[in-house]
């Protein structure tokens, strides 16, 4: 820093002051604490404890309720039959806990999900698993548009096709795809994976700030900074591994997925969002 | 990036003409699409694995050792802020194992009954 020519336009927009990287927390935890795996508040639960619901003559609100009811009892593995694609179902869920949906979902499924482990027979409507934080989510059959947008972690499979903008602006995770994907996947994404077995639609990972995406079949086009990237001995070990989890095989080979990572031409954006910001004002 | 693992530790990392412009480093200090060698994973990693009914580190796929301030630090994305790594604690010399014990501290970090979020939930919490 000392070799900053200070008259740069940059310091009289102050730029140098203005705190753009991360907010450090003080270390107020022991590294030698006694081991304990779930959250503070969360709720306990027994996965070998069974229960079901039959959502067909339920409302959105109740079936959700009663998920929690069941979970305040210590239920840890909850069927659900006839979801008759009613939208947000499973939303929420911050627990250990398996679900298990007998048919379809709606819009919205099981977003914000923190833990569980879900799995769906049936297929899904948009933007399933938004918001996803942790656990996994397993779509037998095929997804709608924006699936897993704006996921954070975990792993989120869909077994059939997907629509549109899967994981688009995706902050971490791996998204799973066992057929085609339509136009615009991993569009905006910042980090996290995406495999998809079959073919992708057009503009492929575009405006991809970093993450990664890797494709079995034909890419249509790449998007705006999106290139190949070569695939490391430590991807492959861990890509033959990850699909193994769900019963999936590359069509030909982990190997010969092909990779697509940012270009990182995009990078300078946030960094000349604030004087663009101080300009205007 | 920089091949010295240290790179962030003992520099300021303004490598590039642009970054000394703006005093700050560009995109993360960290490769973030590293993927986890399973044979490095730690006894209390598979334990937290059994726990929570997964195959894998799951979410923690993610979390790396990163560095902020010059010091050795994880990112907490429920606190959207960095948690230090305690000064005496010895760093590997390699970037996997490193992340295994960010990977650690992260969960005993977030399931601490201090974290922020444990205030925050008797606040805020609606269910």
Redesign the interface.
């Given at each position: 820093?000392a070799?900053?020519n200070a008259e740069?336009e940059?310091h009289k927009l102050g730029?140098?002051t203005e705190q753009?990287?991360?907010?450090?927390?003080?270390?107020?935890?022991?590294?030698s604490?006694d081991?304990?795996?779930?959250?503070?508040?969360s709720i306990e639960v027994d996965?070998d404890k069974v229960a079901e619901i039959d959502a067909g003559p339920m409302e959105i609100t109740d079936i959700n309720l009663r998920i929690?009811e069941l979970m305040k009892e210590g239920v840890g593995t909850i069927n659900i039959k006839n979801p008759g694609a009613k939208h947000s179902l499973g939303v929420?869920i911050l627990n250990?806990l398996?679900l298990n949906f007998e048919g379809s979902l709606g819009y919205f499924g099981c977003g914000l999900a923190d833990?569980p482990?879900i799995r769906i027979s049936g297929r899904v409507g948009w933007s399933c698993a938004e918001n996803m934080?942790?656990?996994?989510i397993v779509v037998e059959k095929n997804a709608g548009s924006t699936f897993g947008a704006a996921m954070?972690?975990?792993?989120l499979v869909c077994k059939g096709d997907v629509g549109s903008r899967t994981g688009i602006d995706q902050k971490?995770?791996?998204i799973i795809v066992g057929g085609r994907a339509g136009a615009f996947n991993g569009f905006m994404m910042q980090?996290?994976?995406i495999i998809i077995l079959g073919d992708a639609g057009k503009n492929l990972g575009d405006s991809m700030y970093?993450?990664?995406i890797y494709v079995g079949g034909k890419i249509a086009d790449l998007g705006v900074d999106a290139v190949e990237g070569e695939i490391t001995e430590?991807?492959a070990k861990?890509l033959e591994?990850?699909l193994s989890?769900y019963g999936m095989e590359a069509p030909n080979g982990v190997k010969n997925l092909t990779k697509i990572?940012a270009g990182?031409q995009l990078?300078?954006y946030d960094?000349l969002e604030p004087s663009e910001k101080k300009l205007v004002l | 990036m920089s091949n010295d693992i240290d790179h962030f530790i003992n520099t300021?990392g303004?490598d590039s003409e642009?970054e000394?412009?703006?005093?700050?480093?560009?995109?993360?200090r960290y490769d973030?699409?590293?993927?986890?060698?399973?044979e490095r994973i730690t006894p209390?990693l598979k334990?937290?694995m059994e726990?929570?009914?997964?195959?894998?580190l799951?979410?923690?796929?993610?979390v790396h050792m990163g560095y902020?301030?010059s010091?050795a630090?994880v990112?907490?994305?429920n606190?959207?802020?960095?948690?230090?790594?305690?000064e005496e604690?010895k760093l590997p010399d390699n970037q996997q194992d490193r992340d295994m014990i960010a990977r650690?501290?992260l969960?005993?970090?977030?399931?601490?009954?201090?974290?922020?979020?444990?205030e925050l939930?008797k606040a805020y919490?609606k269910?």
């Open positions: 820093m070799e900053l740069h940059s730029m140098h753009l990287a991360g907010r450090t927390q003080q270390v107020f935890f022991s590294p604490a081991e304990n795996f779930v959250y503070h508040d996965f929690r929420g250990r398996n833990g482990n934080m942790s656990g996994t954070r972690g975990g792993d971490g995770g791996t980090r996290g994976r970093d993450g990664t430590g991807e861990w591994a990850k989890l990572v990182k990078w300078n960094n | 300021d303004l642009r000394k412009t703006i005093g700050q480093h560009i995109g993360y973030v699409n590293l993927v986890p060698d399973y209390f334990k937290y726990t929570m009914g997964w195959d894998d799951n979410w923690l796929e993610d902020e301030e010091r630090a990112f907490d994305r606190i959207n802020g960095w948690v230090t790594v305690p604690m650690e501290l969960i005993k970090f977030q399931m601490s009954p201090n974290h922020p979020m444990v939930n919490a269910f």
